[in-house]
């Protein structure tokens, strides 16, 4: 059988898809792997393999089974098709592949990425990981280690569970330079920081994605030896609209504080198609201020000057004027407030020294 399999997320790189095609070529198929849509080549392909990781290319997959599905079999899968079941069958008329494909999530390789475990217990609203993989945390004892290490929740994993992936690692000799979803706040200690820190090369990365985390994200950064890491060392994913601009801009300051270094991310519904239509929750007003609010802490603006002097365009006024600690009213959120949550100052330390 003759079968293409489509990143249809290109350039990001797709581990599901090249293990996909992995695995049809061990099955005996002749396999053609294409980064993004192959246009009208192919079309002689019996079977056609499409992933997604975004939801938002989603309308790439279905222009090619649309093409392709009176032609050959079409399978699709991926996290970004999995809450956009409904809507898959509404327009292609085929079903979704919905969680891990046993069939090759396992699938041997040298990747640039691996998971050595699946699962994550915390079930975040806002991730689909707990969805897909369960909450129930399974070892993949057989798992090839590759340089990024894509496991949603290492601390959260058994120690011995823990120690028997680095053991791995080190036995097949493989830099772990990226531990890409990283740690838990809340199952972090220092006993974690020194099992990982002989073998993690990248920066430590984990969450405050919300201000009822802040006391767990205190402790791990002020409580352990983490606090000797670098700040560049310290890559704290920030999730950005899930609460009110006064809320997310505490939280990035609390992170810079802390003595680490912010990565900002604008809440996506999981069954987003045009990220330019997101609707903005709270006081967000539109899209392109939350793309402004990334880029200021992504790029690192504000190690040169305020938020409130940002001007990403000359026509426009500065879009976070509201945070000028003179017309600040930090109210943080009631869950946040009644676990002690510690208010601090609220303006961002922009001259500290990192």
């Given at each position: 059988m003759?079968?293409?399999?489509?990143?249809?997320s290109?350039?990001h790189?797709?581990?599901g898809?090249?293990k996909?095609?992995?695995?049809?070529r061990?099955?005996g198929?002749?396999?053609?792997?294409?980064d993004?849509?192959?246009?009208?080549?192919?079309?002689?392909?019996?079977?056609?393999?499409?992933?997604?990781?975004?939801?938002?290319?989603a309308?790439?997959?279905?222009e090619?089974?649309?093409?392709?599905?009176?032609?050959?079999?079409?399978?699709?899968?991926?996290?970004?098709?999995?809450?956009?079941?409904?809507?898959?069958?509404?327009?292609?008329g085929?079903s979704?592949?919905?969680?891990?494909?046993?069939?090759?999530?396992r699938?041997?390789?040298?990747?640039?990425?691996?998971?050595?475990?699946?699962?994550?217990?915390?079930?975040?609203?806002?991730?689909?990981?707990?969805?897909i993989?369960?909450?129930?945390q399974?070892?993949?004892?057989?798992?090839?280690?590759a340089?990024?290490l894509?496991?949603?929740?290492?601390?959260?994993?058994?120690?011995?569970?823990?120690?028997?992936?680095i053991?791995?690692?080190r036995?097949?000799?493989?830099?772990l330079?990226?531990?890409?979803?990283g740690?838990?706040?809340?199952?972090?200690?220092e006993?974690?920081?020194?099992?990982?820190?002989p073998?993690l090369?990248?920066?430590?990365?984990?969450?405050?994605?919300?201000?009822?985390?802040?006391p767990?994200?205190?402790?791990?950064?002020?409580?352990?030896?983490?606090?000797?890491?670098?700040?560049?060392?310290?890559?704290?994913?920030?999730?950005?609209?899930?609460?009110?601009?006064?809320?997310?801009?505490?939280?990035?300051?609390?992170?810079?504080?802390?003595?680490?270094?912010?990565?900002t991310?604008?809440l996506?519904?999981?069954?987003?198609?045009?990220?330019?239509?997101?609707r903005a929750?709270y006081d967000?007003?539109?899209?392109?201020?939350?793309?402004?609010?990334?880029?200021?802490?992504?790029?690192?603006?504000?190690?040169?000057f305020?938020?409130?002097?940002?001007?990403?365009?000359?026509?426009e006024?500065a879009?976070?004027?509201?945070?000028?600690?003179?017309?600040?009213?930090?109210?943080?959120?009631?869950?946040?407030?009644?676990?002690?949550?510690?208010?601090?100052?609220?303006?961002?330390?922009?001259?500290?020294?990192l």
């Amino acid at each position: 059988m003759k079968a293409i399999v489509v990143n249809c997320s290109a350039p990001h790189y797709n581990l599901g898809a090249r293990k996909c095609a992995d695995w049809m070529r061990e099955e005996g198929h002749q396999v053609a792997y294409y980064d993004g849509d192959p246009g009208l080549w192919e079309l002689d392909a019996e079977s056609v393999w499409l992933s997604v990781i975004f939801s938002w290319h989603a309308p790439i997959a279905r222009e090619i089974a649309l093409r392709m599905k009176d032609r050959a079999q079409v399978w699709a899968g991926g996290p970004g098709l999995f809450a956009l079941a409904s809507w898959w069958r509404k327009e292609t008329g085929l079903s979704v592949v919905r969680g891990l494909d046993p069939r090759f999530d396992r699938q041997r390789g040298q990747y640039r990425m691996c998971f050595a475990s699946r699962g994550c217990p915390i079930g975040c609203s806002f991730c689909v990981a707990h969805l897909i993989e369960g909450r129930e945390q399974t070892l993949d004892e057989g798992f090839l280690p590759a340089p990024i290490l894509c496991d949603n929740n290492l601390s959260a994993l058994p120690v011995e569970s823990q120690q028997y992936i680095i053991d791995r690692y080190r036995a097949f000799g493989v830099p772990l330079l990226d531990a890409n979803s990283g740690f838990e706040p809340r199952t972090f200690d220092e006993g974690t920081y020194r099992r990982w820190k002989p073998i993690l090369r990248g920066p430590w990365r984990f969450a405050l994605d919300e201000m009822r985390e802040l006391p767990d994200v205190e402790r791990m950064m002020l409580h352990t030896s983490l606090t000797h890491e670098r700040p560049r060392r310290k890559q704290v994913y920030c999730l950005v609209g899930n609460e009110p601009v006064e809320a997310c801009y505490e939280r990035a300051c609390k992170i810079i504080e802390f003595g680490g270094e912010p990565y900002t991310q604008f809440l996506i519904p999981l069954n987003c198609l045009d990220r330019q239509t997101v609707r903005a929750r709270y006081d967000w007003g539109t899209y392109q201020r939350g793309k402004d609010y990334l880029r200021f802490f992504n790029r690192h603006l504000w190690r040169s000057f305020p938020i409130w002097e940002y001007r990403p365009r000359e026509a426009e006024p500065a879009p976070f004027a509201c945070l000028h600690p003179s017309k600040r009213i930090v109210v943080l959120p009631a869950a946040a407030a009644s676990s002690g949550t510690p208010r601090g100052k609220g303006v961002l330390p922009y001259d500290h020294d990192l």
